[in-house]
């Protein structure tokens, strides 16, 4: 069968997947792979394999590109001790604690004579990374607060990157090179932050660009250039094609797109890339579907299941510290969150395509393969599906249809409106005629008053809708109040004592209407 009838089935059963996944309310990645699972079991298709070729050539810039795109810089800045600590360290931390454990119930289950720490070590720094991709997209449906979900997506663009690097340097160790602890550590900071440069680099001109031109074939022509020249450009560096794009994908998201980009441009390239979200996702996961074995996941499964309970108590135990370390700081995170984040560490083909990368004479290479795929099987599956659960028995997400409702016409208010300040720009401009305007701004007012009568009703039923929007305008009103201290301070109104105590006093309002949102 030719590659292009191939992949023309493979979006084919992508579509009917999701149209399914759609009608019968189930995560469309988990379907995706159990399509994958199935038709791989029967041969009706023979797809082409998931190497490390075709995942950094193709899926992966375009992956990681969309997530940093759409991720607002100013609430990753916000928990960016969080994420950090998630990311780095804590992936540092992860990889000893998983390897430690897998290590000790081999020698005392016996479940693989002679597997060593070596190879414990390998498996933990290949299994690290974490694929968000699923628990987002449930997220998004939930109603989770969007906190949750920043520190989810913004550790998974940070770990893949950190997690490759170490991956390297242990294999590089392993073989026999000659790297002091030290030497791991500049070699990391030299990968990593190599990376962050180049794709800082490239986002940068790319922005540049944009807000040159206003075009938007071109300019999504260059957000891809952004994606997949940072990737490559890094890659042949040395340094971390990971890192670069999503540095790279993050400034286009945010600089580029702010500064450069009209409104109907923005609306197009945003839907461009969700539409190549959607169907590298689609492949991606049919693809680790088709990887799969399941003959040989059945025969090993006492060492998968071991492998499974090491990686998550792992990943607990690092979050459970990191969550006990930053507890009293601004980026804190709630207790409820520690399990939701730990079940919602799925692990995806970045993880299959390191283990199927390895050297042909590696010791136990067949073993770390099947683990490595039945954790990946395992955490998409039985993670995936219970994750809902999980979110409602901890009391995260507000699904509830009246709040949905609420969503709705708030939404309808502040498109009414924007739809109004425009119209009174073109006004001011005489682009149109002024009957027309009238007309025009007359259907948008009706439109706004519909709107605010359903609100303002809602607000009279429902006293908790109300608390929660007086909330949430105190702390948008508070972020503004420090925006203009630090306009104030920079233009010599307030002096660095002055100003260093009004940012005190606003940051401790700031954390206690933090931590009176948290308690609800």
């Not at 893949?160 to 073989?175: E, M, Q």
């Not at 999504?220 to 250039?225: A, E, K, P, R, S």
């Not at 074995?293 to 510290?321: D, F, K, N």
């Not at 954790?375 to 809902?388: A, F």
Request: overall charge negative; some cysteine.
């Amino acid at each position: 069968m030719h590659i292009e009838t191939t992949f023309i089935l493979l979006f084919v059963v992508a579509t009917t997947v999701a149209i399914a996944a759609r009608r019968f309310r189930i995560p469309y990645t988990v379907a995706l792979v159990v399509a994958g699972l199935v038709l791989g079991s029967v041969h009706v298709l023979e797809p082409p394999h998931l190497t490390k070729e075709l995942l950094f050539a193709v899926f992966l810039p375009g992956l990681l590109f969309e997530a940093a795109f759409h991720l607002d810089f100013t609430d990753f800045w916000r928990d960016r001790s969080a994420i950090f600590a998630l990311s780095v360290p804590g992936v540092v931390a992860a990889i000893a604690l998983t390897a430690g454990i897998l290590t000790w119930l081999a020698g005392t289950l016996h479940f693989a004579n002679g597997f060593g720490w070596e190879s414990a070590l390998v498996f933990a720094a290949l299994i690290a990374a974490t694929d968000p991709i699923a628990v987002v997209a449930l997220f998004k449906t939930m109603g989770v607060p969007r906190r949750l979900a920043v520190l989810v997506e913004g550790e998974s663009l940070l770990n893949d990157g950190t997690s490759i690097v170490l991956f390297t340097l242990v294999l590089g160790a392993l073989a026999g090179a000659e790297i002091s602890f030290g030497g791991l550590a500049v070699e990391f900071v030299k990968v990593a932050g190599g990376g962050a440069l180049v794709g800082g680099m490239v986002g940068l001109a790319v922005a540049q660009v944009i807000r040159r031109v206003d075009d938007p074939m071109i300019e999504i022509t260059l957000t891809t250039i952004a994606a997949y020249g940072a990737f490559v450009a890094a890659e042949e560096l040395l340094f971390s094609g990971v890192i670069a794009t999503v540095v790279a994908g993050m400034l286009c998201g945010n600089y580029a797109k702010r500064t450069g980009m009209s409104p109907s441009t923005r609306v197009a390239v945003e839907t461009f890339w969700e539409y190549v979200a959607f169907a590298l996702n689609s492949i991606v996961f049919l693809l680790i579907g088709f990887e799969v074995r399941l003959s040989q996941l059945v025969e090993a499964w006492p060492a998968i299941l071991l492998a499974y309970l090491a990686v998550t108590v792992g990943r607990g135990v690092v979050i459970t510290g990191v969550t006990a370390l930053l507890h009293r700081t601004r980026s804190r995170i709630p207790r409820g969150w520690t399990t939701a984040l730990t079940w919602g560490g799925l692990r995806g083909g970045l993880s299959m395509v390191l283990v199927l990368g390895l050297p042909t004479d590696f010791a136990w290479r067949g073993l770390l393969i099947t683990m490595t795929f039945g954790v990946v099987l395992l955490s998409i599956l039985l993670n995936g599906l219970t994750m809902p659960v999980l979110l409602r028995w901890l009391g995260i997400g507000h699904p509830e249809e009246r709040r949905v409702h609420h969503e709705l016409y708030r939404g309808k208010a502040q498109t009414a409106t924007a739809a109004l300040t425009a119209l009174d720009e073109m006004g001011r401009a005489r682009l149109v005629h002024a009957d027309v305007l009238q007309q025009v701004r007359q259907d948008y007012e009706d439109r706004l008053n519909r709107a605010e009568e359903e609100i303002s009703g809602m607000h009279l039923d429902q006293h908790g809708l109300r608390d929660e929007e007086l909330r949430r305008v105190r702390r948008q009103l508070i972020v503004i109040e420090k925006d203009q201290a630090l306009e104030a301070f920079h233009q010599g109104m307030l002096s660095q004592p002055a100003y260093e105590r009004l940012v005190a006093d606003i940051d401790a309002r700031l954390l206690e209407l933090d931590e009176e949102l948290e308690r609800e």
